[in-house]
């Protein structure tokens, strides 16, 4: 089994950043892909980025392109998306998520608002 736990999200103003973490625990070995998405409200859940575990190939929306970096440390099975230039559409709830070998892991989700 693989766990995730985010942290990291708050409230902050249009223009501000905010860093979310990720921390994997269990069978890590399992896990492809890790990757961030969101949901807003009424809204389907979007990828927002997602990184590979073997060789670090990195993929992001459109949306986030140039605003938002997702990175990774091994050594603390923990991924990261450092989110700048934040806008009141990146309002959501952002979720880890684990692509696994067979299957996939969710985080328990942590809310991101942007005032203006």
């Known amino acids: 089994q693989v766990q995730l736990v985010e942290s990291g999200g708050g409230l902050v103003q249009a223009g501000g950043s905010l860093r979310l973490s990720c921390v994997a625990s269990?069978?890590?070995?399992?896990?492809?892909?890790m990757g961030w998405y969101r949901q807003a409200p009424g809204k389907q859940r979007e990828l927002v980025a997602s990184?590979?575990?073997?060789?670090?190939?990195?993929n992001y929306a459109d949306s986030v392109q140039g605003r938002f970096t997702i990175s990774r440390d091994n050594a603390k099975n923990t991924v990261y998306l450092q989110m700048t230039s934040l806008k009141p559409e990146d309002t959501a709830v952002y979720y880890c998520?684990?692509?696994?070998?067979?299957?996939?892991?969710w985080g328990q989700g942590t809310q991101v608002t942007v005032f203006s």
């Open positions: 990184i590979t575990t073997r060789d670090g190939s990195i």
């Open positions: 998520n684990a692509e696994l070998v067979v299957g996939r892991v």
């Open positions: 269990g069978s890590i070995f399992r896990i492809n892909t």
